[in-house]
């Protein structure tokens, strides 16, 4: 792992005193390690997980040529462009059952989903759109007998429409899906409810996966009390251990939560010896500003080599990241800020994509969704800020986006009755009503 001055020495216009949202991200880009474990997991339970090893379709999907649909197959040779098109039926093909039978000239196959195409055939004409013409009756039963029919109640010929269907219509080719040794799935990919289903049609009952990450957390403060304890004078309950279980548990991580800890140094030092002795990452949410009282910062850099960074954003100004370590272990750590909202902000500004990197998990661009301002809204440049907003859609189907109210970063009732950030790019300045902004959807975050 690099050290935090080589990274700092390849990002341009370093300065912690006046960081850039951009380069905060690159330098933790540029900083984590990913892990390197790798298990085998039964495929029900893969799901979420970071794929370790490309997945190589060792079968073509689908092995041959079938219908896409009910219908009647046939030889688009046999199509007239003139007129109808009337053929016999020879017979019947089944889903899972190959058809015996010859198919001579003139003739077709009732065909169910599913089928291989009969030899010969290459094209499927659905049911609906034929007319089909009952199997006549013997008149004479000293006759010599008909051959027997293919089913009871089965046409004996269909009629077709010109025009309704042309060559190679209704037909799945052999490998259209995947082609044998073709990649079916690449190494970090967080596995979703499709790819457990593409994994299944390849016959895979197990799957590698990276080891899951184990993020240990915490919060500091003297003024923190945690749900059920009585709340004294100029207390308050500590909701960013939750907010961060909650944010954490939809990654998919293993969630360690080592409490609220007293800003007392003894208490905090053995609180970092824990998590990262028993985590991959640890985040903390208060302590990293400048204060007499904090005992946070001192305590993070005699264990390990930390950055104390001002970025230019709002919320989440103060925070802290490097590394951690104790008794031969070492953990990245994520010092966030204490005020609940800009726990979250800078949670999904930095930390999220950062804990699905080191997960193994391959970059993914965070999805932005873009709306009309229905206010202006008042803005400097110089930093980024996100703004909590409610997107709707508007008369005419776009999308617009209100501000919640006060943009406090105390006030988690606005992440609350929000669906979505507002970001205002570091350079740009104030928006007015009727103009375009980002958002940031929560439904799109994990």
């Given amino acids: 792992m690099p050290s ?15 960081l850039t949202v951009s380069q905060a991200q690159d330098f933790i880009t540029r900083f984590v390690p990913a892990v390197g474990a790798v298990e085998m997991l039964a495929l029900r339970s893969a799901l979420g997980r970071v794929l370790a090893r490309d997945v190589i379709s060792p079968i073509a999907v689908p092995a041959s040529d079938n219908s896409a649909m009910d219908g009647y197959a046939l030889a688009s040779a046999a199509l007239r462009t003139d007129a109808a098109t009337v053929l016999r039926v020879a017979g019947t093909a089944y889903a899972g059952q190959q058809f015996e039978g010859q198919v001579a000239a003139g003739e077709c196959v009732r065909i169910m989903t599913g089928a291989v ?7 499927v004409v659905p049911q609906e759109f034929v007319l089909r013409t009952p199997e006549a009756k013997p008149q004479d039963e000293t006759r010599t007998p008909s051959p027997p029919p293919r089913q009871a109640g089965e046409s004996q010929s269909i009629t077709i429409p010109p025009g309704i269907v042309a060559a190679g219509d209704n037909r799945r080719l052999a490998g259209e899906d995947l082609a044998f040794g073709e990649a079916a799935l690449n190494a970090g990919r967080v596995l979703r409810p499709a790819d457990i289903g593409l994994l299944a049609s390849l016959g895979q009952a197990e799957v590698a996966v990276r080891r899951r990450l184990r993020v240990a957390f915490f919060s500091t403060g003297d003024e923190l009390r945690s749900i059920g304890e009585p709340l004294d004078a100029g207390c308050v309950y500590d909701s960013n251990r939750y907010t961060l279980h909650a944010m954490l548990t939809r990654l998919g991580v293993e969630v360690l939560d080592f409490g609220v800890v007293r800003d007392e140094p003894a208490a905090l030092e053995a609180a970092f010896r824990s998590a990262c002795e028993n985590a991959d ?37 103060p925070m802290a990241f490097g590394r951690v370590s104790s008794n031969a272990h070492s953990a990245v750590l994520f010092g966030l800020p204490g005020n609940p909202v800009a726990v979250m902000v800078t949670f999904y500004a930095f930390v999220r994509e950062a804990l699905l990197a080191m997960a193994g998990a391959a970059p993914q661009a965070m999805p932005m969704l873009r709306a009309r301002a229905t206010a202006a809204i008042r803005k400097k440049p110089g930093r980024t800020e996100y703004q909590r907003g409610i997107v709707t859609r508007a008369a005419d189907g776009d999308w617009d986006v209100q501000l919640t109210g006060a943009q406090g970063s105390g006030i988690l009732r606005s992440m609350s009755m929000a669906n979505g950030l507002v970001v205002l790019h570091h350079g740009q300045g104030s928006v007015a009503e009727g103009e375009r902004v980002d958002v940031l959807p929560f439904d799109g975050l994990v």
């Fill in 4 to 18: 935090l001055e080589a990274v700092a020495s390849c990002i341009a216009g370093y300065d912690p005193d006046a």
């Fill in 117 to 123: 195409m009969p030899a010969g055939l290459d094209t």
């Fill in 281 to 317: 990452a640890v985040i903390t949410s208060g302590g990293v500003s400048v204060g007499e009282a904090d005992h946070t910062r001192k305590v993070m850099a005699t264990l390990g080599e930390v950055a104390f960074w001002r970025i230019a954003m709002r919320p989440g100004r």
